[in-house]
């Protein structure tokens, strides 16, 4: 039985001063709120309440279908629909669990190979395709956001962080984001990124360290190949996936309006969009909070006193709770279809990486077995040449 790793004494402070942060953001957010009228913004809704989970799950569709056009490998052994499962079941560890994002991207490997048959090299060239291109879409839709409500940004910049200038502050962040995730993206589809990453780690002057990344060698390897076979597709599919993936981080904005709409808020989609791209910015930031807690709803509230929403504090509040009552919908969705798919605890979600070192392992004794086998060889055909003379 594999011992279980105790947690890095630093991410633990992170943590604990994110929960901190996150519970003086609510705390700021809901302190002069009247409850009763909060809550009546949110019941005279009746049957319209369960249209806020709309957006989200067309998020999800697009999302899904983005991700499906740079990895052709699951339309070969999957369908879209089950495929949607997994983004759902692994977005709601995303929601739920603080710096959730590497253990969710574990789990959609876990899942891709016990549901699908894909091995985990081919799972993670698939994950990183996905990432690159979730980090340009999202900066181009920050970008874009930005210049459309740059002169409504400016205006409120005072009102909003207490200094000049927000949009232009927002946008030079947008554009070094989408560089630094272009760069990375030419550095992974170049067919030699791991590889030089290996050499890299390999000058480290530490021996564990470096036996550590010797004995990953070949995963290095098969990470180059599969990710060299995804450079390989027609620039239609990445023009297409480029394409969903920008749809599916406008559906932010989408939501956000409107929910403001069905709560009576009259703001242009171009003020949305200008807000909800900066607080998209700002959970990125944060993303040890799960879904930015507390920073995220602080952002919604300071921004509809920017924009001069009558009643905004308790117009905000009702909208937070409206936003994470979503979110805690689609949570157990997604915790639902865990159970299903057989991840029915954080240990069955974190067996991923015991497989992997498994795979890894019986590699290893493989390679090193065929490498003895073949140093006898030649050791023999030595003594024969030496006979022979």
């Not at 599969?226 to 597709?233: H, I, P, S």
């Amino acid at each position: 039985m594999t011992a279980k790793k105790k947690a890095s004494p630093w991410l633990t402070v992170l943590k604990v001063a994110a929960v901190i942060v996150a519970l003086a953001a609510f705390w700021s957010v809901f302190r002069k709120i009247d409850v009763a009228k909060t809550f009546a913004l949110i019941l005279q809704l009746g049957w319209l309440l369960p249209l806020i989970i709309i957006p989200y799950g067309i998020f999800i569709v697009l999302d899904t279908f983005g991700w499906q056009a740079i990895f052709p490998v699951l339309e070969r052994r999957t369908t879209f629909f089950k495929l949607m499962l997994v983004r759902f079941a692994t977005e709601a560890i995303l929601f739920s669990i603080p710096a959730g994002v590497a253990l969710a991207e574990s789990v959609k490997l876990f899942l891709l190979k016990k549901q699908f048959g894909i091995p985990i090299p081919e799972g993670v060239a698939g994950v990183i395709a996905r990432k690159c291109l979730h980090g340009i879409t999202q900066s181009i839709y920050v970008v874009l956001s930005v210049v459309l409500g740059f002169m409504v940004l400016q205006a409120n910049s005072i009102k909003l962080i207490g200094v000049p200038h927000i949009a232009w502050i927002v946008l030079v962040v947008a554009l070094g984001m989408l560089g630094i995730f272009a760069g990375i993206t030419l550095l992974f589809f170049s067919g030699t990124a791991a590889e030089r990453l290996h050499r890299l780690l390999m000058k480290i002057p530490i021996e564990s360290v470096r036996k550590a990344v010797l004995s990953r060698e070949e995963k290095f390897h098969e990470a180059d190949r599969f990710l060299g076979e995804v450079k390989t597709l027609p620039k239609s599919r990445f023009i297409l996936s480029t394409a969903l993936l920008l749809a599916a981080w406008t559906m932010e904005s989408v939501e956000t309006y409107f929910i403001l709409r069905l709560l009576g808020v009259e703001l242009g989609f171009i003020d949305v969009m200008s807000f909800e791209a900066t607080i998209s910015l700002l959970k990125s930031v944060f993303f040890i909070l799960p879904a930015g807690l507390g920073v995220q709803d602080l952002g919604y509230v300071t921004s509809l006193y920017a924009f001069g929403v009558p009643d905004a504090a308790n117009v905000g509040a009702a909208f937070v709770v409206l936003k994470r009552t979503k979110e805690l919908f689609w949570i157990a969705v997604g915790y639902g279809l865990l159970w299903m798919m057989g991840v029915r605890s954080r240990g069955d979600a974190e067996t991923v990486t015991q497989e992997t070192e498994l795979e890894k392992s019986e590699k290893l004794q493989a390679s090193a077995g065929k490498n003895e086998s073949q140093k006898i060889q030649a050791g023999e055909a030595s003594r024969e040449a030496e006979r022979i003379k």
